[in-house]
Each structure stands twice: as structure tokens, then as C-alpha cells.
């Protein structure tokens, strides 16, 4: 959760930050992430283990605006995990934009159990996959944070140049959402967190 809160304050930094030039935003978020993973003692990975990390060079022809389109009384979703547990979210809508010359859309979600947070309201989760897992990128896909605050009259910037791993790239032990089939982007995203190159460690459940 540590590193959650901590990403949506430097999303909104990022947003904010007018001053710093694209590339350097995005470096600031890389070393948010690394920075963040220190601080939690359940993560995955320690600083001798960054190393392994490897990164697209930001593009910001990976960051493109969306059109929102928002769901009204969706029902719950069950999302399948990693380990074979099921976690609950919300569907609360999807975004429409054009990548490489192709029309995709891809649904934002929300975790029900973390909106009930007050620090977490503000929080949408979006995980997808897209045709360089298990080549370029991990094989399980790959995360975005936004946050509400971040969408003005129906759009939002996304930009996959933020995408970032799952903690189960580096590691077993934890349930990470498997991306729904309706979030499979047909289009490579070769920008954000490529596929880790250290071993693959073992944690108790």
C-alpha cells in the first residue's frame, strides 16, 4: 500500500510538474518506484537487485489522450490472481485511443477493498497486456496507476511509459491481478518497465 500512495503522489507531481521536461518526469517516476520498493518490507526486491531492472527510453509517443467513457452501477468483477485466489473490483469505464494508428480501448478499474481506504478513493488500476510479454515486457502482463483526479470532462492522458511490473516478475508468493481478457491491447507497447533480468526469487505465501 506504501507504494501505491506514494506512486499516486508522484502521478499527481507529474501532472503538476510543467517545469520538468517529459524525460525527466519520467525518470523521477522510475526513481519513485525504485525509492518506494525500499520502504516496503514486503517487497520483492532490494537494492542490489535493481540492476536487473531494464526500461524502455521514455517516448511520449506512448503517451496518448483518452476518451472516458464511464460505467454506471457495474457489477463487481472477479479478477483471478497469480496464486489462484480471486480478488474484487469495479469496472468503472473505459478508455478509447488510437496507438500506432489502431483504435484500442482498455477498462479502468478500482479495488473494492482499497476504496474503501480513504487514502485509496482516489486510486484506478489498470493492468493489460499487449504483444511483447513474454518476449520484451513480463510475461504476465503489466500495471498502471491514475487516479480520479487525473480525468477533465470525460478524457485522461495515459501514458504507458509509466507501465510497470507486477511484483510476481520478480518473485512468487503474491496475488497479482491477471489482466481481463477485455484489457488485451493487440498493439506492442514498447515503453515502461521491460522484463526483469535477475532470478526469479522464492517467498513464502
Known amino acids: 500500500m506504501k507504494i501505491i500512495l506514494t506512486c499516486l503522489f508522484t502521478l ?85 485511443f488510437v496507438l500506432s494508428n489502431t483504435v484500442c480501448t482498455l477498462h479502468v478499474y ?16 489498470l493492468p493489460f497486456t499487449d504483444p511483447t510479454n513474454g518476449e520484451q515486457t513480463y510475461g504476465g502482463g503489466r500495471y498502471i496507476d491514475l487516479t480520479r483526479s487525473q480525468l477533465t470532462e470525460d478524457e485522461i492522458w495515459l501514458d504507458f511509459n509509466l507501465a510497470y511490473n507486477p511484483w510476481c516478475a520478480y518473485s512468487d508468493g503474491y496475488n497479482c491481478p491477471i489482466p481481463p481478457m477485455a484489457n488485451r491491447l493487440t498493439v506492442p507497447v514498447r515503453a515502461g518497465e521491460q522484463m526483469y533480468t535477475g532470478p526469479h526469487k522464492s517467498r513464502d505465501h
Request: glycine share 4%.
Open 110 to 125: 478500482t479495488n473494492r477493498t482499497l476504496a474503501s481506504i480513504p487514502e485509496y478513493q482516489d486510486h484506478l488500476f
Open 12 to 96: 499527481f507531481m507529474i501532472g503538476q510538474g510543467a517545469s520538468q521536461s517529459f524525460h525527466d518526469q519520467i525518470l523521477t517516476f522510475r526513481e519513485s518506484f525504485k525509492s518506494d520498493m525500499l520502504k516496503d518490507q514486503r517487497a520483492p526486491l532490494q537494492e542490489d537487485d535493481f540492476q536487473h531492472l531494464r526500461w524502455f527510453l521514455p517516448n511520449d509517443s506512448f503517451r496518448v489522450k483518452c476518451q472516458f467513457t464511464p460505467l454506471i452501477d457495474s457489477d463487481p468483477v472477479d479478477v483471478p490472481t497469480s496464486s489462484g485466489r480471486v480478488k474484487s473490483f469495479q469496472d468503472i469505464g473505459v478508455l478509447s
